[in-house]
């Protein structure tokens, strides 16, 4: 049997940016072959893998993009306002 069906397959979903798809529609095949699963299941399964994937990766381009200082502190404030906001001289 010939390679050429994955080639395909993986620089469609390449091109169509599924890099999820990409990377875990083989294991999912299997997983679901066992499971006795139908395609809409496993289409359902993947689509949702890549759903979880784009918003997990949203969200850190979102917090680099933010530029969060690494450390936060309270040294910029006045004496008197630090003691305030100080949890530990409480």
Not at 20 to 25: D, G, I
Not at 26 to 31: C, S
Not at 33 to 43: C, P
């Amino acid at each position: 049997m010939t390679d050429t069906p994955k080639i395909l397959l993986a620089d469609h979903l390449k091109t169509l940016k599924l890099p999820t798809f990409l990377r875990e529609y083989e294991k999912l095949g299997r997983q679901c072959a066992a499971e006795g699963r139908d395609h809409i299941q496993f289409l359902a399964r993947l689509v949702e893998l890549e759903l979880i994937d784009r918003e997990r990766r949203m969200i850190e381009r979102r917090i680099k993009a933010a530029k969060f200082p690494a450390t936060k502190s309270l040294l910029w404030l006045p004496p008197v306002m630090q003691e305030v906001f100080d949890p530990i001289g409480m």
